[in-house]
C-alpha cells in the first residue's frame, strides 16, 4: 500500500509567508497530491516539510532545516546523480514520485521549474527503472463477474479479460504479477474483500477513477472508440481505468496503446496459481533455488524472454496450434547452422518492443533511436535466413517487416555514436540538414579565426607566449605573463589580474565570442527540431515497429528451445489423444541443478490405468516423479520438447497440483486448512481432460481423518477419469487397486540393509511395503537413543494397527454369501495372525 501522502506539506515557525522558492514548491506540489515531490535545487532535489520527514525515514538521509528570518521548516534531499538509486528505494517502499526538474538556466531570479516525470512501480518506462520482465499495471472491476486490465506501458501491451469467479482472477492476476493495482471502489471499500486482497498481492495498491461514463470517455480518447470486445460494464470500467491512471503518469502521452486485445482464460490451459507455485515455474521455493522459467531462459533478447513468459502462462489448448510450435521447434533442431546464425543475429538485437514503444510516445533518446536502426537492420538478414522455412517459421519471416526506409531515414539523420540527450548537441549528422549545416560552417569559420589569432597576434606584438584562452567567467581572452606585459597593445583591454600573469580583450573578439554563441545556441536548437521531426515521422511507422518486434520475440523463444532441446537431449513429444507415455522422463530443473545427474523414469496413463497411487520412503522421489509427468505435460502445450526418451501426451485442459504444506498465517489458516481449500478448488474444477498431482493429502489432521479424507478425494478423482497422480504414506490405500479397476499401485524403490537405507529413485510397479520413516530419521541426524525408542514404539503401534485391519476386513465381509468352510478358513487366518502379534507384544515387552 502507498505511504499516506499529507495535505500539510509544509510546517513551520514564523509568520507564515513562504519564501517565493517554496510557493513554487507547494504550487507544484498541489498539482500532483497522490505524489512525493522531488524539487531540484542545484545539485539536489529537495523535499520540505512533512515530505521531508517521511523522505528522510524512508531513505535514511539527514533531515535538516530551510530557515529563514520569518519561516523555518524541515528539509531533505539527494544529489542529483543519485536520484535514480534513491527513486527505486521510494517505489519500492510503495510511494509515488513527481521529480520537478529546473528548465532555466539559474539566474538572478526564481528559477522556472516544472515536473518532468510521474513515477510509479506501474508505469516507469526508462530502461533503468526497469528489468527485462513486464512491467503490468493492473485494474480490477466487479460486475457480472470479475474484470482485469493488464497494461505494459512500456510496450504498449494492453490485454484484458473476464472471470466468472474471483479464484479465477486471482490465478491469472498471481501469473502475471503485476506491479501495481488499481482497485475499483466496490473491491477497495470493502474491508474483507481489500484485506484478502492484500494478502494474495503484496504491491502497491493505487487510487484510480472508476466512473463508467468517465472511462468510457478515457477509450475513446485513447483507442478511438469503445471496443466491441469489451462486452460489460466491469470491462470498460477496467479497461479505462488503467488507460487514464497511465495517462496521468505519462502526462498524456499514450501513443505505445493502440489496442486492446480481449483474450479467454478458456482458451488455454488452466494452471491455477497453487499449481504454477507448486511446480516452480516462475519462483522457486527454496532459497537462491531454480525454476522452470530459469532452465528455458536460453533466449537472446529481452523480448523474447518476455514471449517465453507469456508462452508458460499461458499453454495452448489447441492441437493444431501445438503441432505448429513443436514443427518450428524441430526445424530448428535439426538445422544447426541455421539455428547458429539466428541466435547470433538475435544476440546483437536491441530491446525491440520498448524502443517501438518509446518512438511512438516520442520519448525515446538519440542513443535509443540509433538503438532501433541497428536492431533493424538485422531483420532483412533473418528474413533471407528463413526463406526456406514455411509454418510457423514462414510466417515469422513474413511478419519481420524489414523496414528499410526507417533505417535509411536513421542512418542519414543521426551520426554514428549520439549523445545520450537530446540538448546535449552533435547528434545530427553534416550533409543532412542545409539549414543547421550553414549555421555549423558559420560557427565552424569564426572558430578557424580565434584559433588563427594566437598566431598573428605574438607575431604582431612579439610575445611569443601569448596565449588565447576560454573559461566560463570571462568567456574568450588573451593572456600575457608578467615580463611581457610591457608589450601590451593598445587595443588590449585587461579583464583580470593573477600573480604572473594578466588577461585580456578586445572588441573583435568579444564580437566574434557572441557570434559563436549565437550560431551555435542555434544550431543546437535546430538539432533539437530536427531530430523531434524525425523522431515524429518514425512514431508514423509504430504499427509495423510493433508486428516487427514481435516476431523477433517469437523468433526468439523457438530458437531458444530449439537450443535446449539439442544441448539436454530432450525429444519432441508426440501429440495424442489416447493416453499419455513417457519413457525415461526427467524433471527438467532437478537435472539441471544436479548436473545431469538424474535417475530417469517411466509414467503411463490411458483409460485402463488413469489413477497412479504411489508409495514409498520420504526423500526417494516421490515429488520429483510426480512433477516430472506435469512438467512435460506443461513443455508440450507451451510447443517444446520435453526431458525423455519418449513421450506421447494428450493435450489436457487444465494441471492441477496439491503439493507441499504452508500455513496462511496472515489470513488466520492453518496448514490443513489451505490444504482443504486448495484440494476443494481441485475437485471442483478437474474433469476428465485435466492432469491432477496430489502429493500427501490429508497428512495436516489425524491419521484417520487424514485418511479418510485422502481415500474419498481419490475415489472422487478415479471416478472423474481425469489422469491422477496420488503420492502417500497412508498404505491403506494400495488396497484401492483391486476395487477400482484403473487405478494401479506404483512405489519408489529402497531397500534397508545393514549398512542402512538405500534410495534407488526407481518407480516400479506395486505398493511399498513400508515407508522406512525412522530409518529417514537416523539419516536425517536424530540422536541413536530417539530412533531406537522410535523403532520399539513403531512395533507396538503395528501392532495396534493389526487390530484396526482386523475390524476394516470383518467390516468389508458379506456374511450372506459366506460359506461355512470359507468361514473357518477366515477364522482360521485371524487366529494365527492373532497368535503371531501376541507373541510379538510379548518379546517387546520384555525388551523395553
Known amino acids: ?140 472491476a466487479t460486475g457480472d463477474g470479475y474484470a482485469l486490465a493488464l497494461l505494459d506501458v512500456s510496450t ?3 490485454r484484458c479479460a473476464a472471470f466468472h469467479t474471483r479464484t479465477a482472477l486471482y490465478d491469472e492476476l498471481a501469473r502475471h504479477r503485476a506491479r501495481e493495482v488499481l482497485l475499483a471502489p466496490e473491491l477497495s471499500g470493502n474491508p474483507a474483500l481489500l484485506a484478502d486482497f492484500q494478502t494474495r498481492f503484496p504491491v502497491m495498491l493505487s487510487p484510480a477513477n472508476f466512473d463508467e461514463e468517465a472511462t468510457r470517455a478515457e477509450l475513446k480518447e485513447t483507442l478511438g472508440e469503445v471496443p466491441g470486445s469489451l462486452t460489460s460494464a466491469a470491462l470498460v470500467r477496467a479497461c479505462g481505468a488503467v488507460l487514464a491512471y497511465a495517462r496521468v503518469t505519462q502526462q498524456g502521452r499514450l501513443e505505445m496503446v493502440r ?15 497453487a499449481a504454477v507455485r507448486a511446480l516452480e515455474v516462475f519462483q522457486a521455493q527454496a532459497p537462491q533455488g531454480m525454476t522452470l522459467m530459469d532452465v528455458l531462459s536460453e533466449t537472446r533478447t529481452a523480448g523474447g524472454r518476455r514471449r517465453l513468459r507469456a508462452w508458460l502462462r499461458a499453454p495452448l489448448l489447441d492441437e493444431l496450434s ?45 542513443r535509443e533511436v540509433a538503438s532501433l536502426a541497428r536492431t533493424l537492420d538485422l531483420l532483412p538478414e533473418a528474413s533471407r535466413l528463413l526463406e526456406a522455412q514455411d509454418g510457423l517459421l514462414g510466417a515469422v519471416r513474413a511478419r519481420l517487416g524489414a523496414l528499410p526506409d526507417v533505417v535509411t531515414l536513421i542512418r542519414a539523420a543521426l551520426v554514428d555514436d549520439p549523445p545520450i540527450r537530446i540538448g546535449d548537441g552533435g ?22 579565426w580565434l584559433a588563427e589569432l594566437e598566431t598573428s597576434e605574438r607575431a604582431r606584438t612579439g610575445i611569443g607566449s601569448l596565449k ?44 566574434r565570442e557572441r557570434e559563436i554563441a549565437r550560431l551555435e545556441t542555434s544550431a543546437q536548437r535546430l538539432e533539437v527540431e530536427v531530430f523531434t521531426d524525425l523522431r515524429a515521422g518514425l512514431a508514423a511507422h509504430a504499427d509495423a515497429l510493433a508486428e516487427a518486434a514481435g516476431a523477433v520475440a517469437e523468433l526468439d523463444v523457438i530458437a531458444a528451445l530449439a537450443e535446449l532441446a539439442v544441448e539436454r537431449g530432450w525429444v519432441r513429444p508426440q501429440t495424442v489423444t489416447d493416453g499419455a507415455r513417457l519413457v525415461q522422463a526427467r524433471h527438467p530443473v532437478v537435472e539441471r541443478a544436479t548436473g545431469g545427474r538424474f535417475v530417469p523414469n517411466d509414467a503411463e496413463l490411458n483409460d485402463t490405468r488413469h489413477t497412479l497411487l504411489l508409495t514409498g520412503p520420504n526423500m526417494a522421489g516421490k515429488s520429483t516423479y510426480l512433477r516430472t509427468v506435469a512438467l512435460c505435460a506443461l513443455l508440450h502445450q507451451v510447443g517444446s520438447f520435453v526431458p525423455a526418451d519418449h513421450a506421447e501426451l494428450p493435450v489436457y485442459d487444465a494441471i ?26 481441485i475437485l471442483h474444477g478437474a474433469t476428465h481432460r485435466s492432469l491432477v498431482i496430489l502429493d500427501e493429502v490429508g497428512r495436516g489432521t489425524s491419521t484417520l481423518d487424514g485418511l479418510a479424507i485422502a481415500q474419498a478425494a481419490l475415489e472422487h478423482l478415479h471416478a472423474t477419469r481425469a489422469h491422477t497422480l496420488f503420492a502417500t504414506h497412508y498404505f491403506e490405500l494400495t488396497r484401492l487397486e483391486s476395487e477400482h479397476p484403473g487405478l494401479v499401485n506404483l512405489h519408489v524403490a529402497a531397500e534397508e540393509d545393514a549398512g542402512g ?92
Do not use: C
Not at 505448429?324 to 539455428?339: F, G, Q
Not at 492441477?656 to 484440494?679: K, P, Q, Y
Open 468 to 511: 588565447v584562452g576560454f573559461n566560463n567567467v570571462f568567456g574568450y581572452y588573451l593572456e600575457v605573463s608578467g615580463p611581457n606585459l610591457g608589450k601590451v597593445p593598445a587595443d588590449y583591454r585587461q579583464i583580470a589580474t593573477l600573480k604572473d600573469r594578466a588577461r585580456f580583450t578586445r572588441p573583435d573578439l568579444r564580437e
Open 259 to 273: 489496442r486492446v486485445v480481449r483474450f479467454e482464460p478458456g482458451a488455454h490451459m488452466r494452471l491455477p496459481d
Open 1 to 140: 500500500m502507498p505511504v499516506g501522502v499529507p495535505q500539510n506539506v509544509l510546517k513551520g515557525t514564523g509568520s507564515g509567508v513562504l519564501p517565493p522558492m517554496l510557493e513554487q514548491y507547494v504550487a507544484l506540489r498541489d498539482k500532483h497530491p497522490d505524489f512525493l515531490l522531488l524539487f531540484q535545487v542545484g545539485d539536489f532535489y529537495e523535499t520540505f516539510g512533512e515530505d521531508a520527514e517521511r523522505a528522510a525515514r524512508l531513505l535514511r538521509i539527514a533531515l535538516t532545516h530551510k530557515s529563514s528570518r520569518d519561516f523555518s521548516t524541515p528539509m531533505a534531499g539527494v544529489p542529483v546523480r543519485a536520484l535514480d538509486h534513491n527513486v527505486e528505494r521510494l517505489l519500492a517502499a510503495g510511494v509515488r514520485v513527481a521529480v520537478a526538474d529546473q528548465i532555466e538556466e539559474p539566474g538572478s531570479g526564481l528559477v522556472d521549474r516544472k515536473v518532468t516525470q510521474l513515477l510509479t512501480p506501474g508505469t516507469v518506462t526508462e530502461e533503468r527503472h526497469l528489468t527485462a520482465d513486464e512491467n503490468y499495471l493492473a485494474a480490477v
Open 656 to 681: 492441477h497440483t496439491r503439493i507441499g504444506a504452508s500455513d496462511d498465517l496472515a489470513g488466520g489458516r492453518s496448514t490443513f486448512m489451505v490444504e482443504m481449500s486448495e484440494l476443494a478448488a
Open 757 to 848: 537405507l538405500t534410495f534407488y529413485h526407481q518407480v516400479i510397479p506395486g505398493a511399498a511395503r513400508q515407508s522406512y520413516g525412522v530409518e529417514v530419521a537416523r539419516l536425517a541426524g536424530l540422536p541413536a537413543p530417539v530412533t531406537t525408542r522410535a523403532a520399539r514404539l513403531l512395533t507396538a503401534l503395528n501392532a495396534g494397527g493389526d487390530d484396526r485391519k482386523l475390524t476394516r476386513e470383518l467390516a468389508t465381509l458379506d456374511l450372506s454369501r459366506l460359506t461355512p468352510m470359507a468361514a473357518l478358513e477366515i477364522l482360521h487366518t485371524w487366529q494365527r495372525e492373532a497368535q503371531r502379534v501376541a507373541e510379538g507384544e510379548e518379546k517387546e515387552v520384555r525388551s523395553l
Open 427 to 448: 547528434l545530427i549528422r553534416d550533409g543532412f540538414h542545409a539549414e543547421l549545416d550553414g549555421l555549423r560552417s558559420e560557427a565552424l569559420g569564426h572558430r578557424a
Open 322 to 366: 501445438i503441432r505448429a510450435r513443436l514443427d518450428a521447434v524441430e526445424a530448428l533442431t535439426r538445422a544447426a547452422d541455421l539455428r547458429g546464425a539466428l541466435r547470433a543475429l538475435l544476440y546483437r538485437a536491441h530491446d525491440l518492443e520498448r524502443l517501438a514503444a518509446r518512438v511512438s510516445t516520442q520519448r525515446a533518446t538519440p
Open 156 to 158: 504498449g501491451e494492453f
